[in-house]
Each structure stands twice: as structure tokens, then as C-alpha cells.
T-cell receptor
Framework: EAGVAQSPRYKIIEKRQSVAFWCNPISGHATLYWYQQILGQGPKLLIQFQNNGVVDDSQLPKDRFSAERLKGVDSTLKIQPAKLEDSAVYLC???????????FGPGTRLTVT | AQSVTQLDSQVPVFEEAPVELRCNYSSSVSVYLFWYVQYPNQGLQLLLKYLSGSTLVESINGFEAEFNKSQTSFHLRKPSVHISDTAEYFCAVSDSVSAGGTSYGKLTFGQGTILTVHP
């Protein structure tokens, strides 16, 4: 069974630029998550989708971050404009319906200069 | 709200020695508990989980963790570590988010413990 796929693996941008990350969850997994992991910290949930609907986006900085999950499969996370403090690894995870066991992708390491 | 405290940020140990990585959580409801491992430049991999039943859970590579409800702990142990166990370990507790009348899991992670195994 293929795991969670993410791209790109690495991205370097200047502040105020925009960036987008892509995630393809495990086939059949209805729930998809985006996490932000800052160096030296545990992952922090940004947004959670159930199929193509948002379950929880309470920690998503909505003035600059947006996410969508078209047709309940792939998802894209966008930052516009980026700030220095957005430098982090962005992890995508997926799970079956209830979400009590999550499977993570390799992550995208973002550096904002 | 859930919270997770990993009591050691770094744990150095020699190969073949035993190790314990400590994790305490706070929760007002029934919990599901997890340990994830993260190797350099990789995503998180599920190491083991407690959902219900036996309070002692084991992984396929020799790690075990015990759910202790009275002490709100879920410490990870291994009797003899290998060089390949060098990684960062995250303890996590699952909360619930309700939407449309259905509950969904929401993980809260600890800060992580870097385990370094020396030859």
C-alpha cells in the first residue's frame, strides 16, 4: 500500500513570496491533516479535513494560510505572503474515518529568508 | 484541552543499555495514546498505540509502553537499544473534534525526545 505522498520535499523562498504544498493521502483515507513542525517542537495541527469538508481549522492563520481538498482526495496548503516565522516542516497525514490512528508523509521543509 | 509533556528533551545512552522515555499527559476524558518516531529528514512513523484493553503495548522492534491512568503516564521503554534506534520520539494523545454529529481524532504532540545511542 502506498503511503502519504508530499511535494516538494524542500522549498526556499523569500519573505512576502507565496508557496504551495501538495499532499496525496493513502487511498481510501477519508480524513486528511496538515501539521506545522517548527524546529525543536512537536507537530501542531493546522487544519483537518473529513472528505472535502473542514472539521477543524482553529489553529490555521487564516490571514495568510489557506488549504483545500478537492474531490476529497488530494490537498493543497498555501501560504501567501510568507513570513520568516513560517520556516518549518509541513507534514501531511491521513487516516480512516475516525482519525484515531494517523499516517504521515515525509514532509516539506520550508525555509523563508 | 489536552496536553502532553515529555520530561526529557535529550536522552543519550550506550548501545545495548536499557532506556526509558517519559511522557505525561493531561486529559479530562478517555484517551488514546501514541508514540511516534521520526528519523532525520523523514515524516513521523507510528511506533505503538494504546486504544483500549491491555495497558502494556508492544512494538515489533522491541519497544513497549505502559498506560498508567492513575499517574497519567505513557512511558516508552526498551530493554536493549541499538544504534539504529537513534531518532526523535514523540508522545501524542488523541482528543476528539465533533463535526456533523460525528467525533474525529485530533492529536496533540509532546515536544519530542531525541534519543542518541552511542557505540
Amino acid at each position: 500500500e502506498a503511503g502519504v505522498a508530499q511535494s516538494p520535499r524542500y522549498k526556499i523562498i523569500e519573505k512576502r513570496q507565496s508557496v504551495a504544498f501538495w499532499c496525496n493521502p493513502i487511498s481510501g483515507h477519508a480524513t486528511l491533516y496538515w501539521y506545522q513542525q517548527i524546529l525543536g517542537q512537536g507537530p501542531k495541527l493546522l487544519i483537518q479535513f473529513q472528505n472535502n469538508g473542514v472539521v477543524d481549522d482553529s489553529q490555521l492563520p487564516k490571514d495568510r494560510f489557506s488549504a483545500e481538498r478537492l474531490k476529497g482526495v488530494d490537498s493543497t496548503l498555501k501560504i501567501q505572503p510568507a513570513k520568516l516565522e513560517d520556516s518549518a516542516v509541513y507534514l501531511c497525514a491521513s487516516s480512516t474515518d475516525r482519525g484515531y490512528e494517523q499516517y504521515f508523509g515525509p514532509g516539506t521543509r520550508l525555509t523563508v529568508t | 484541552a489536552q496536553s502532553v509533556t515529555q520530561l526529557d528533551s535529550q536522552v543519550p545512552v550506550f548501545e545495548e543499555a536499557p532506556v526509558e522515555l517519559r511522557c505525561n499527559y493531561s486529559s479530562s476524558v478517555s484517551v488514546y495514546l501514541f508514540w511516534y518516531v521520526q528519523y532525520p529528514n523523514q515524516g513521523l512513523q507510528l511506533l505503538l498505540k494504546y486504544l483500549s484493553g491491555s495497558t502494556l503495548v508492544e512494538s515489533i522492534n522491541g519497544f513497549e509502553a505502559e498506560f498508567n491512568k492513575s499517574q497519567t503516564s505513557f512511558h516508552l521503554r526498551k530493554p536493549s537499544v541499538h544504534i539504529s534506534d537513534t531518532a526523535e520520539y514523540f508522545c501524542a494523545v488523541s482528543d476528539s473534534v465533533s463535526a456533523g454529529g460525528t467525533s474525529y481524532g485530533k492529536l496533540t504532540f509532546g515536544q519530542g525526545t531525541i534519543l542518541t545511542v552511542h557505540p
